[in-house]
């Protein structure tokens, strides 16, 4: 943070972006050495390249405060028979098949041809040291983003669903870390307005009519318990896309696909 505001200070045009959850998604091969990558397939065989990727993957994660029991399976990808293991760590996987949690990790990323997608936990803090997210999210150059793969089964990331919620609910109803306009404004119209989405993130005429009506008293995530996913949020009542009442009543619409593409 320090480095942004000396930045912003000088003059330069820095803003930062983030969600208020600890852990964060990204594909199985991710963590892996680079030299390790270019090797693949025939690294998948080769007991020295696996020894020193083993090493060099090992030392990374103490480096940085994590190791195999902070990445959860969220979906195997293209890998047939790991359906049933989502939600688990790897080093929940590898000891129910009696192996390492890297050779679990190997295993999963060539049966996936690297297509399975992982949650880390740790990324940002763990629950009850969050200080270091708190003030990033609480900073005036911080927007709001979910950051989720999305997928129809397995265990998503919670901030697929709660990212929003959990702001408006946590950060400025319980805490108070920001004003309700404020947190409204960098999740809409400043964000559309960094990405150049022209009539995008603001009630005025003329504009695409997206809009959240929630109750500012009772919004909030639903966390998700051990290996479930999490849940619907709470307090959101109607939804807009483009003009139409996809959610009413809290009741979504599943015949409405009234979304669009956005580019800029």
């Not at 940085?64 to 359906?83: C, I, K, N, S, T």
């Not at 297509?115 to 940002?124: C, F, I, K, N, P």
């Not at 702001?167 to 920001?178: E, K, P």
């Not at 639903?222 to 479930?228: A, I």
Request: hydrophobic share 40%.
């Amino acid at each position: 943070l320090q480095l942004v505001e000396k930045a912003r200070h000088d003059g330069l045009d820095v803003m930062i972006d983030a969600y208020p959850f600890t852990c964060g998604n990204t594909t199985i091969d991710a963590p892996l050495p680079y030299w390790f990558l270019e090797s693949l397939p025939r690294g998948y065989g080769s007991r020295a390249l696996k020894t020193r990727a083993a090493l060099e993957l090992h030392a990374g994660f103490g480096l940085v405060g994590m190791g195999f029991e902070d990445a959860r399976l969220m979906h195997p990808g293209a890998a047939v028979g790991w359906g049933d293991l989502c939600g688990l760590t790897l080093q929940e996987i590898g000891a129910s098949r009696g192996r390492s949690a890297f050779t679990a990790m190997l295993e999963l990323s060539e049966q996936s041809r690297g297509s399975a997608v992982m949650l880390y936990d740790g990324m940002s803090g763990i629950p009850g040291d969050e200080g270091a997210l708190d003030a990033v999210i609480g900073h005036e150059a911080c927007l709001y983003e979910t950051d989720a793969v999305t997928r129809s089964a397995g265990i998503p990331n919670p901030a697929l669903r709660g990212a929003f919620p959990r702001i408006l609910g946590r950060y400025v109803r319980d805490r108070g870390t920001l004003r309700l306009e404020e947190a409204v404004h960098r999740m809409t119209g400043a964000s559309a307005d960094r990405f150049g989405l022209a009539g995008r993130g603001h009630l005025a005429p003329g504009c695409w009519a997206d809009v959240v009506v929630f109750d500012p008293t009772t919004i909030a995530d639903d966390e998700p318990p051990g290996r479930t996913p999490a849940g619907r949020p709470t307090g959101i009542e109607h939804v807009f896309v483009n003009g139409a009442h996809v959610v009413e009543a809290g009741v979504a619409d599943a015949r409405l696909r009234a979304g669009r593409v956005l580019r800029t």
